[in-house]
């Protein structure tokens, strides 16, 4: 069952189908109405005559009227427990209110030991579902690529890289510390006015508190696991250092071989259709190797080797998602050499690394969201890969590309899906 809540598509599903009735009588209603929500909200006569139809419990849902929503939902469907109020593309300006007062949002309460659970079961691309569904297509694209969004502001990033900031073909047809260094700089200042400034928005000004921040916990001060002892230094360090070189080390590779030649390229005169479907496919393209590299790196002698160092951090932050093994950047950013056969331009390049590095900041800050003036403005983290983090064996692609679903890892956030991953645990010799 499909709800469009009042800022996008939003999918209830129940665990079976279910005769959805009107809320019976009045004085029933008056009921609900009058059972305080588990945050002191007390639904109000208009959002029980907008719960008259399942439509309208969607929205209530997507209204955080937690409580009321709750009432609502077990009233009608008599007992049997709603598995979802989730689905939606990502909201940038959505409006935060009732229940994050105290900076929490629960629509699945099994789920413990998390300080904030977004919607949940967390849904993915629904361009490999059956059958198609152009509605919710249409809101997956428009909510990465028409609004204020990772896909968008990096387009603009690759853009301004590519006008003022970049050698011409020309240039790095021949190797030169001149060039290479700059490349070097820019890579450094991107990644600390990202990394750094989230890091300083979130975690040192704590500008927006702990609203919408996934773990309870702060990021370890001290831990012996760390290089130098902290978290945030061992994380600056390794992305600073062996992250940042990686990224202009490929960078350095694919302008040196377009300029020699030796790697086609691609000219918007070529083909503008196909010139900006590489910016939107490129995504996708990341998150098939991705997963498969974070499979390969969950290999026993190469987890040991490699990945253990960005798992130390179980609760993670802006720092933390850059923080690897030398071995892991170069398999992570291993992605762009698929331009060695697919023609792109310089701009489709820095696009390319530029998700790569930044997206691994933004998804890994440890919050939801960036709320400006109580209001979202920008998604940041995935609790799908915080729960990675902390249960290790779940969730090991994003959610550009389903593979998790097809091979049995996903952890949805709910807690259906967390009995499952203890019984996989619990059968195992
Ligand atoms: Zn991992
Ligand atoms: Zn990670």
Redesign the pocket.
């Known amino acids: 069952m499909r709800i469009f809540g009042r800022y996008g598509f939003r999918r209830l599903e129940f665990e079976r189908p279910v005769q959805v009735e009107p809320l019976p009588t009045r004085s029933a209603r008056t009921a609900v109405a009058a059972t305080p929500g588990t945050r002191g909200r007390v639904c109000s006569k208009a959002d029980l005559r907008r719960s008259r139809s399942p439509h309208r419990i969607g929205t209530l849902n997507a209204c955080s009227l937690d409580a009321c929503a709750v009432s609502v939902c077990r009233r009608v469907q008599d007992g049997l427990r709603c598995k979802s109020a989730g689905g939606q593309p990502r909201t940038p300006k959505d409006t935060v209110r009732n229940s994050m007062q105290d900076g929490t949002r629960r629509t699945d309460a099994g789920l413990s030991g998390w300080h904030h659970v977004p919607d949940v079961p967390i849904e993915v691309s629904p361009f490999f579902g059956w059958p198609p569904d152009p509605k919710r297509m249409l809101g997956w694209v428009a909510a990465r690529w028409l609004r204020l969004a990772e896909n968008s502001i990096l387009t603009v990033l690759a853009l301004v890289c590519w006008l003022w900031l970049q050698p011409s073909l020309e240039v790095t047809k021949t190797l030169s510390w001149d060039w290479i260094g700059a490349l070097f700089l820019r890579n450094l200042a991107l990644m600390t006015i990202v990394a750094g400034g989230l890091h300083w928005f979130l975690y040192r000004a704590k500008l927006q508190g702990n609203r919408l921040k996934f773990d309870p916990r702060d990021l370890m001060v001290k831990g012996r696991q760390f290089t130098f002892g902290g978290q945030v230094r061992d994380n600056m360090f390794w992305t600073l250092t062996s992250g940042v070189g990686t990224w202009t080390a490929y960078e350095v590779l694919m302008f040196w071989a377009m300029g020699n030649g030796w790697v086609p390229v691609l000219f918007w005169s070529d083909n503008p259709i196909w010139f900006v479907a590489l910016f939107v496919l490129t995504p996708v393209w990341i998150s098939l190797h991705f997963y498969w590299i974070?499979r390969a790196?969950?290999w026993g002698p190469l987890y040991r080797l490699a990945?253990a160092l960005?798992?130390r951090n179980v609760n993670v932050g802006p720092w933390s998602g850059l923080s690897m093994h030398p071995v892991e950047h170069v398999l992570f950013f291993s992605s762009i050499l698929i331009h060695v056969v697919v023609a792109a331009s310089p701009v489709h390049i820095l696009f390319h690394m530029q998700h790569q590095a930044l997206t691994a900041v933004t998804s890994h800050a440890g919050f939801e969201n960036l709320l400006v003036k109580d209001r979202k403005q920008l998604a940041l983290g995935t609790f799908h890969h915080q729960m990675?983090h902390r249960y290790f064996e779940v969730n090991?692609g994003n959610l550009e590309m389903p593979w998790d679903k097809w091979f049995g890892t996903f952890h949805d956030g709910t807690s259906d899906a967390h009995e499952r991953l203890k019984d996989r645990r619990q059968r195992r010799p």
């Open positions: 974070h790196l969950h990945h960005h798992h990675h090991y």
